[in-house]
């Protein structure tokens, strides 16, 4: 018995873990106490645990990345600390070599794939004129398969320990000769758990986009956005299934004693770097895709103009989606594989950043005579665009298969990096969040403390990343722990920990303008705000569960079907109130997820018979949804003319 609990406890305790349990026992306990005071479990379980509402789940998977973000965040703050003094002591070596790991793997599966999910979830349907997704209760599963491979990725910081090997994970690092605690089993299973809910993302909205477009939407009047999702899930499609693969090797590596990515006996340890990037790269680009799309909402938005070169941009990131695929080896520049081979990937790498120095030129023609307005969501796209441009540039040098032998694993590569997924990707989700945060909740954020923080945080980023570059090119190695003061890194490292500890202030910050807003926004604000131009504005606020009590027709209008119907008179509800059809809720699948939670956990310590009943509870909900019997249900009409009665129509298409 004795030997059976110690497998559980934490190989390398130190205070910052203890004062962390304690945390999460007592915000757990806090939590669970509030809900049953309130009396919110019945509400929770009808409302949210099992909706099917595209929106409800879209506000789950925000919720889920930004608490993500604090976690990461604080991950992020604990390295810039460490860092921040030569031969500091504040985490020993493997206390770093678990944060750095974690907040690697947190930020880009946990925060920054859940955050693009939510504008999935919320805005294809709108902007495309339909009432839900085309498999909603498969869209419930994807969030709650998600969901539990999270939960059981920080399981690990306080069961077992934390993965160690890098976001990477590279092999032979990752096995089980120098990965001895199951912190790597925890990332190979939570990982696999988690991509297989955003492959069903993937298929769902691929479909939903093909099938579900509103009358007279073809493919190119789509909205911009709704492209960029098209194209990113186009990629989930093809690129995640090779990381399950790879995990699943992994995973029978680690557990039994196959060798697929041993260093003998016919194994090939490079074979793990390789289908790792052939995803990992493609992961990039399904991230900032989807942020390109958020950006040219709002740049047309508030230049007041249609968005220059559209089919150019539709183009050029269809390029991007096939490029992505053909420069994974440019991470690996220096592990062999010969010149003629770095110098293919060379090229492909610098030849994607011509699709991508297309979209800043239409940026910045659609800005050309526009009659701009600096709202805090065009704010953050005006530093956007420099930003990610000196990111872009650096990738460049890096694409330089020569000069990466300097460039390679040093800060340089980790301000590169960030200097691309931070302006890229996080800009482009607060700006989008900014925006469309009225019409998800019905009042505006705060506009004078938003303008503030994007200053703020633009700050703190340039003094916490520009730094890297030059410490990076004088040689400072990434993923080192500490470091001599002779090699004299100390300075620019104290900056970028200022640096990190002003973009912290910037995130709190984010956190005051949303309690501000809550006590003390108007509520009286019309469906329509920002005098947008997508579809997804010319539904009421709060948006009624169908989404639009006509169906949209689109036929006589352009790409911004909204702008058209308010400035020229495009008529978009051209049909009369009929019954609508719509889902019921699914508390299966949040059981079969838990299934799913109980086999992986079971695996990651080797419990065969814990795991066999985790197998056969998901077996089971299989068989239960094969034999059920589930038509959904009907909003009659008289219902539905109600509703709209209800609802003026503030701002909305006629």
């Known amino acids: 018995m004795k030997e059976f609990f110690a497998q559980f406890a934490i190989p390398h305790p130190s205070l910052l873990i203890y004062i962390a349990m304690a945390s999460i026992v007592l915000g757990t306990i806090a939590l669970v106490a509030v809900v049953t005071y309130f009396k919110l479990w019945g509400y929770l379980w009808r409302e949210w645990i099992t909706t099917v509402d595209h929106k409800k789940i879209g506000i789950m998977y925000l919720i889920t990345a930004l608490v993500m973000l604090f976690r990461g965040g604080v991950d992020a703050v604990m390295l810039r600390m460490q860092l921040a003094v030569p031969e500091n002591t504040f985490l020993e070596a493997q206390h770093y070599n678990e944060v750095f790991t974690t907040h690697g793997v947190v930020m880009i599966l946990f925060m920054a794939m859940p955050f693009i999910t939510f504008f999935f979830n919320f805005l294809v349907p709108l902007q495309i004129g339909a009432r839900d997704v085309a498999f909603p209760r498969l869209n419930n599963l994807a969030f709650w398969l998600f969901f539990m491979g999270m939960g059981l990725f920080n399981v690990s910081f306080v069961i077992g320990g934390?993965?160690?090997?890098?976001?990477?994970?590279?092999?032979?690092?990752?096995?089980?000769?120098?990965?001895?605690?199951?912190?790597?089993?925890?990332?190979?299973?939570?990982?696999?758990?988690a991509g297989l809910g955003t492959l069903?993302?993937?298929?769902?909205?691929?479909?939903?986009?093909?099938?579900?477009?509103?009358p007279g939407m073809t493919l190119f009047k789509m909205p911009m956005f709704t492209w960029s999702a098209l194209i990113a899930n186009l990629i989930i499609v093809f690129a995640f299934p090779v990381l399950t693969v790879a995990l699943a090797m992994g995973t029978m590596d680690r557990l039994f004693g196959t060798q697929f990515f041993a260093i003998g006996?016919?194994?090939?340890?490079?074979?793990?770097?390789?289908?790792?990037?052939?995803?990992?790269?493609?992961?990039?680009?399904?991230?900032?895709?989807?942020?390109?799309?958020?950006?040219?909402?709002?740049?047309?938005?508030?230049?007041?103009?249609?968005?220059?070169?559209?089919?150019?941009?539709v183009w050029s990131m269809i390029v991007i989606s096939v490029f992505s695929f053909a420069v994974w080896t440019h991470h690996f520049f220096t592990m062999g594989q010969g010149a003629f081979t770095n110098s293919i990937f060379s090229i492909t790498t610098m030849a994607i950043a011509i699709p991508t120095g297309v979209k800043i030129f239409n940026w910045l023609f659609t800005l050309y005579k526009g009659k701009i307005e600096m709202t805090t969501p065009m704010l953050y796209a005006m530093h956007f665009i420099p930003l990610f441009t000196l990111g872009g540039v650096t990738g460049v040098m890096l694409a330089m298969s020569a000069a990466d032998y300097q460039f390679h694993n040093t800060m340089f590569l980790v301000a590169h990096f960030h200097n691309v997924i931070i302006p890229g990707v996080v800009y482009?989700?607060?700006?989008?969040?900014?925006?469309?945060?009225?019409?998800?909740?019905?009042?505006?954020?705060?506009?004078?403390?938003?303008?503030?923080?994007?200053?703020?945080?633009?700050?703190?980023?340039?003094?916490?990343?520009?730094?890297?570059?030059?410490?990076?090119?004088?040689?400072?190695?990434?993923?080192?722990?500490?470091?001599s003061d002779a090699t004299g890194f100390?300075?620019?490292?104290?900056?970028?920990?200022?640096?990190?500890?002003?973009?912290?202030?910037?995130?709190?910050?984010?956190?005051?303008?949303?309690?501000?807003?809550?006590?003390?926004?108007?509520r009286d604000i019309s469906s329509d705000p920002w005098n947008a131009r997508g579809l997804e504005w010319?539904?009421?606020?709060?948006?009624?569960?169908?989404?639009?009590?006509?169906?949209?027709?689109?036929?006589?209008?352009?790409?911004?079907?909204?702008?058209?119907?308010?400035?020229?008179?495009?008529?978009?509800?051209?049909?009369?109130i009929e019954d609508i059809h719509m889902p019921n809720n699914s508390g299966q699948t949040f059981v079969?997820?838990?299934?799913?939670?109980?086999?992986?956990?079971?695996?990651?310590?080797?419990?065969?018979?814990?795991?066999?009943?985790?197998?056969?509870?998901?077996?089971?909900?299989?068989?239960?949804?094969?034999?059920e019997d589930d038509h959904g249900y009907h909003i009659h009409a008289h219902e539905v003319e109600e509703d709209e009665k209800k609802h003026a129509q503030k701002g909305g298409a006629k």
């Open 162 to 193: 934390s993965p160690d090997a890098g976001w990477t994970s590279y092999f032979p690092l990752a096995g089980n000769e120098f990965s001895t605690s199951v912190g790597t089993n925890y990332y190979m299973i939570a990982l696999q758990i």
């Open 200 to 214: 069903m993302t993937g298929i769902n909205f691929i479909t939903t986009i093909m099938k579900m477009r509103a």
């Open 265 to 313: 006996n016919g194994g090939m340890d490079m074979l793990w770097a390789n289908l790792f990037w052939v995803w990992g790269h493609p992961e990039v680009y399904i991230l900032i895709l989807p942020a390109f799309g958020i950006f040219s909402e709002v740049i047309s938005t508030f230049a007041r103009r249609n968005l220059y070169g559209y089919t150019s941009m």
């Open 428 to 483: 482009a989700m607060l700006a989008g969040l900014t925006f469309y945060w009225p019409k998800m909740f019905g009042f505006m954020l705060n506009e004078r403390i938003g303008k503030a923080t994007v200053w703020v945080m633009s700050t703190g980023f340039v003094l916490a990343f520009i730094p890297m570059y030059i410490t990076g090119l004088d040689g400072q190695a990434r993923r080192m722990y500490t470091y």
């Open 490 to 522: 100390s300075f620019l490292n104290m900056v970028s920990f200022v640096g990190a500890g002003i973009m912290t202030v910037s995130f709190l910050m984010i956190v005051w303008n949303i309690w501000y807003s809550f006590k003390n926004s108007p």
């Open 538 to 576: 010319a539904t009421h606020t709060p948006i009624p569960h169908y989404n639009f009590a006509i169906t949209p027709d689109v036929t006589d209008a352009t790409s911004e079907a909204f702008w058209d119907s308010k400035k020229h008179g495009t008529k978009l509800f051209k049909g009369k």
């Open 592 to 627: 079969m997820s838990v299934f799913f939670f109980i086999a992986g956990f079971a695996l990651v310590f080797s419990m065969w018979y814990l795991a066999i009943f985790g197998l056969i509870g998901i077996l089971a909900c299989m068989a239960y949804r094969s034999l």
